[in-house]
């Protein structure tokens, strides 16, 4: 009787550590940059991809902003995200134990880095950033690497001033994301601003990748009403991170999934992407820690 209700304890134990390990749903977050619905529609193949994959039910989600994103991973209800380096750097600074550095997306020669593009309208006569003093500057989102962080670091060694309102550039706004930025600029709304970009290719494409391809792509803009004023140095492209706390056998099944995906289907990679790529590639934190340490600068911690 002992011996039998010992083995009923035991199977029962391995049961419920077996079902512990189970998911019964999978959820992506998608960065803000553009709206909900295109976001959605963008990563719609990657979720119906998932989902065949993992046997349950995938969701996307659309926060309106980074931090939406980043919470959701730090607080378990985001289980995998494409991050920019900042992101991920506020992430992993608020908790080092919650995610994952698993794949980045690699450019066309095989590289992995992007720049922040500072642009304004062809007829706006604004050319640089000395055309840009006492005129107004749109970032994109606090935590964005391309549309904050390392702008407010270099624009401000290359004009000499602060980028505080009324400083050097009249008035500096956020627009809330890279998408906000590009139409601001477009429509007049603010003189200039930055968004990513790969920086490879043609400027009329909105180059190979990145918001002003996607914004070109959709026809949100015709990329000869805009021309570039400014462009940073090169910039780690963010992580895509997996939650820590998930099945082993889950995230690996996924990141060959993100590493067959541009061989598999090259429509859906370039979706995925934002345009034109070789794949995604493996990396680790290691290759953010100098953007961490921006981050940290900047925030004074």
């Keep these: 009787m002992k011996k039998t209700l010992a083995f009923v304890l035991a199977t029962t134990a391995l049961v419920s550590a077996a ?12 960065l803000g940059g553009e709206n909900a619905q295109d976001r959605m529609n963008s990563n719609e193949c990657v979720r119906a991809y998932v989902e065949e994959l993992l046997g349950v039910e995938t969701k996307v989600f659309t926060p ?8 959701g991973l730090l ?19 608020t908790d080092p134990e919650a995610v994952d550095v698993v794949m980045v997306k690699t450019n066309l020669d095989g590289s992995y880095g992007y720049h922040s593009i500072g642009f304004a309208r062809a007829d706006s006569g604004i050319t640089s950033l000395a055309d840009m003093k006492g005129k107004v500057f749109g970032f994109g989102d606090p935590n964005s690497t391309s549309g904050f962080l390392i702008p407010s670091v270099e624009i401000p060694k ?40 790969d920086g490879q290719g043609d400027w009329l494409d909105g180059y190979n990748s990145g918001a002003l391809r996607k914004a070109s792509d959709s026809g949100l803009v015709d990329m000869n009403d805009l021309v570039e004023i400014w462009k940073s140095e090169i910039i ?33 990679a370039y979706n995925m992407a934002a ?27």
């Design 64 to 71: 309106a902003d980074y931090d939406g994103v980043i919470q």
């Design 158 to 197: 290359a004009v000499g001033a602060t980028m505080e309102s009324g400083d050097y550039f009249g008035e500096v706004r956020f627009t809330g994301g890279h998408e906000q930025t590009i139409v601001a600029v477009n429509n007049g709304d603010v003189d200039a601003g930055v968004t990513w970009a």
């Design 75 to 93: 607080g378990g209800s985001i289980d995998m995200a494409w991050l920019g380096a900042s992101a991920y750097a506020k992430t992993y600074m």
């Design 236 to 268: 780690p492209e963010g992580p895509i991170v997996l939650r820590r706390g998930l099945p082993e056998k889950v995230k690996t099944d996924v990141t060959a999934f993100l590493a067959g995906l541009q061989e598999k289907d090259p429509e859906c």
């Design 19 to 30: 079902q512990a390990q189970d998911i019964t749903e999978f959820r992506i977050g998608i």
């Design 275 to 301: 345009g034109d790529t070789a794949g995604f590639e493996p990396i680790t934190h290691d290759a953010y820690k100098n953007i961490i340490a921006v981050r940290k600068a900047v925030q004074g911690n």
